[in-house]
């Protein structure tokens, strides 16, 4: 776990350029950093009646992370495992797929959805953020269907990054090391009065996992970044602007039929008015292209078009009420490689339009009920609906306990419906949407002055979850069903310890029990296993102390369970960096990764060969100016 740290201290010490420790905040303040994911509109972290966790800018700096699915171990609510040099799965609350294709998480980068419909999961080695520039990544655990729409089944990522005014001068981060190198530079300057700008480029290096010889894995890859960010306007208007273009390429194999590259870009453009009675009207439009190659020649590329409108009607009485809507058309083109699967068609057009609403009802000055319903129609299965309860009673000014339950949905994707191979898999054509009954009980708090705590329990029922049925009379080919149903449980707690002024505990555990079964008229061959392969637990535990006032010491230990199919053993790792401030604008350290084995196994994936994650030592230069 990570430190939660104020952005307007943050801004402070960004506008004059400095890297001064941050993290003497008191627990109290930082629960009141403010955070939107769980309401669409402002709120303080302690009100926000949901299993969520704030991974702040300091967080990412403290950890040494270089990529957005590392820093993503920063939270405990979160299973993250390597499969590969570029390759990870991620999910919260389970179903972790062998093969990497997690697909009940929604992700967004500043409200740009990053998933894709090809199998409604999210490609890691596309999102290259540049970490520097992250204020905050806002971590739910549970439905988030209501306000975030399909695919926010058992949770959602929110990444947001820095407002340009934010990042002004110049900024220079060098990481060298036995596993990655990556270069990042920034410049942000002022726009008028009233506007700001920052561009930014990364590159990135990174080595092969291992085999289970110890031999380089023969994935190593790279890839390069640039965007630009623009901001201006005053109390009434805001606009933003913003872009990226990348291209990333991986090391070709033996045996290889082509060389694995990635590309695209994106385009997003924002404007947020506030209006004389109070209310704050959003419009949020983007335009992203992305493509890829694979080793074995599969292309595929896809364009996506989005509009997004939201209206947070001033407060009346006890209500406080937001109503949004949005539309998404996604034009995918998929063609299949040498003897591998493909889409039929090829090339398909999708739609995704919704309405929602959400009303948080006061009912007494220490109780609040929050309803809210999302209408959401995609051109597989029509209209769906994802409604949403919440009650949260504040027991004192530093206690919070609440209780939700909510109906999530994963719509189906071009792999569910479209996958071809010719007496192997024939997609479902009567596949339909995945579905979940979530009901969540939790507590956060602060029961003490240097203690803060957070415990969430869960119990999920879901239905018609994916599986590979047999035809009838045979066994190939395989026909995409939705012959299993089950529930899981568990809990999720962090909590962080202020044992003196300089120094900081953080720790997590994460219990997940599943109990899957096939349909009684199921013909699925793969059984309950190849739903999600999840640890029962996990656990973790972050210090940050301050050596002096210019040298940090942050620790990592983590423990992870063993996973069932395809066996991976518990592991247990470390993490360390060393800091210095060698001034307000220097600072140099030394970062080791997965210091107690030479290599271990996280997940592995289906399709390829085993790959283990080595142990690294790396170096780090961070210059502002």
Known sequence: MGLLVAPQAWAE??????LSDLSRLSLEELANVEITSVSKRPETLGAAPAAIYVIRNEDIRFSGADSLPEALRLAPNLQVARSSASGYGITARGFNHSTGTANKLQVLVDGRSVYTPLYS???????????????????????????????????VINVITRKAADTQGGLVHLTDGSSDTVANLRYGGRLGETGAFRIYGLAADYADSRTTLGDGGGDSWDRAQTGFKLDWGGQG???????????????????????GVIGGGNLLGRWVHGTAAGGLLEATAYYARDYRTITSGIKDSLQVYNLDLQYALASRGRHRVVVGAGYRQNRDNFRG???TSFLDPASRATRLGNL?????????????????LRLEHNSYTGLVYLPNARLAWRPSDHALIW???????????????????????????????????????GYRGQPAANLSLSVSAYYNVYDSLRTAEASIGTVFPLVIGNGMRGETYGVEAWAAWQVREGWRLSAGANLLRKDLSLDPASRDIFGVDFAGNDPDHQLSLRSHMSLTPAVDLDIDLRHVDRLKSPAVPAYTELGARLAWRVSDQVELAVIGENLLNDQHVEFVNGSVARREVPRAVRASLRWGF
Do not use: C, H, K
Request: proline share 4%.
């Open 403 to 441: 209780g939700a339950v909510s109906r999530g949905v994963r719509t189906p994707s071009r792999f569910d419906r479209d996958l071809i191979n010719p007496g192997l898999v024939a997609g479902g054509p009567d596949f339909t949407s995945e579905t979940l009954v979530a009901y969540e009980l």
């Open 337 to 339: 490689g040498f003897r």
């Open 13 to 18: 010490a960004a506008d004059a350029g400095a």
């Open 356 to 372: 929602f609403a959400q009303d948080e009802i006061r009912l007494r000055d220490d109780l609040i009920l929050t309803l809210g």
């Open 121 to 155: 999961g999210v490609f890691w080695d596309a999102q290259g953020v540049m970490l520097e520039d992250v204020e905050r990544i806002e971590v739910i655990s549970g439905p988030g269907g209501a306000l975030w729409g399909a695919n926010a089944v058992n949770g």
């Open 237 to 259: 208007d805001t606009f933003s602007l913003q872009g990226d273009l990348y291209e990333g390429s991986s090391n070709p194999v033996a045996g290889a039929r082509a060389e």
